[in-house]
């Protein structure tokens, strides 16, 4: 008995194990060297370090503007992203579960632009912010077409917002779609016979069912949100100047670009660590009880 147990908890840890390998090698180890670099001076390169402490924090938050610019500037992309993103999301998914036919049809155009690289649909949508968008409003009655939406940091962030949703959108789609085809019928038909409008059926019985959906999209928003590169980087370059730089943007710059300053790009990555997982840790504890409401 003792041996098949053996053979059995063996057997476990040989399935387990090239994961937890791999989870070990490229994140894990990773993660806490970074901690720990953090509190150095390490360029990156030098095989010699000194452990400064606090020092790097304390000069982040006093003496760099440039970091902290791009902290706000990120959180006014979470933000927009969180509420723009979900919403426009579960109405493509209400409207297309709504539809008795060519539901397919819908759900492959709206979900064609996620397989689209980030950066490749950044690069797209370059061209047609210079390029196209100047030419309808010039051939047009749609001139407010014609704005530099790459060289205007007013406009900028709009430019970066329309391609990040136009790439996302169609993922959270999905997962609303699969929240809504989890709904029982027969409460939508209870909710019909008490005399519920279109709008009462969706507030009172399929918006608490599809909590869980929402749980999922939330945490997937945030995240990706606050590690948002690729779409900033092939859109603006951060530019004009520094106005549309998100912090991963900030810790690259700091960590290979220009200052080779690995210990403090770690240290802002830290502190980057630590924004996602307030934020994450309370958006997860209000869904959860909201998933248990309902």
Not at 60 to 68: L, V
Not at 98 to 107: D, I, V
Not at 116 to 139: C, G, H, N, R, Y
Not at 188 to 201: L, T
Request: proline share 3%; charged share 15%.
């Amino acid at each position: 008995m003792l041996q098949k147990s053996s053979k059995k908890y063996i057997s476990l840890l040989a399935f387990i194990a090239p994961a937890f390998i791999l989870y070990l090698c490229f994140l894990l180890i990773p993660t806490i060297s970074g901690l720990y670099y953090s509190f150095t001076n390490w360029n990156g390169l030098n095989p010699t370090y000194k452990f400064i402490g606090l020092e790097n924090f304390i000069e982040i938050f006093k003496e760099d503007p440039y970091f902290m610019d791009s902290v706000w500037f990120t959180l006014k992309y979470v933000v927009c992203m969180v509420v723009f993103q979900n919403v426009i999301a579960l109405l493509l998914a209400v409207f297309i579960e709504s539809r008795t036919r060519s539901k397919g049809f819908f759900r492959t155009i709206f979900f064609m632009p996620n397989m689209i690289s980030i950066i490749i649909s950044a690069f797209m949508w370059t061209f047609i912010f210079t390029q196209v968008f100047p030419q309808l409003a010039e051939k047009t009655i749609l001139t407010f077409l014609g704005q530099s939406w790459i060289g205007d940091p007013k406009y900028s962030f709009i430019a970066i917002l329309i391609v990040s949703l136009w790439n996302g959108v169609g993922y959270m789609m999905i997962i609303y779609l699969a929240g809504l085809q989890g709904v029982p019928q027969h409460l939508k038909e209870a909710a019909v016979i008490d005399g519920a409008n279109a709008f009462q059926q969706f507030r009172n019985v399929t918006l608490p069912m599809i909590t869980h959906a929402i749980t999922i999209c939330l945490f997937l928003t945030l995240n990706n949100a606050f590690k948002v590169y690729e779409v900033v980087f092939g859109l603006t370059g951060g530019g004009p100047g520094r106005s549309t730089q998100v912090i991963t943007m900030n810790i690259f710059e700091e960590a290979f670009s220009n200052n080779f300053r690995y210990g403090y790009a770690s240290a802002k990555s830290v502190i980057l660590f630590i924004l996602v997982l307030i934020f994450t840790l309370i958006q997860i504890r209000m869904t959860k009880k909201k998933e248990v409401e309902a």
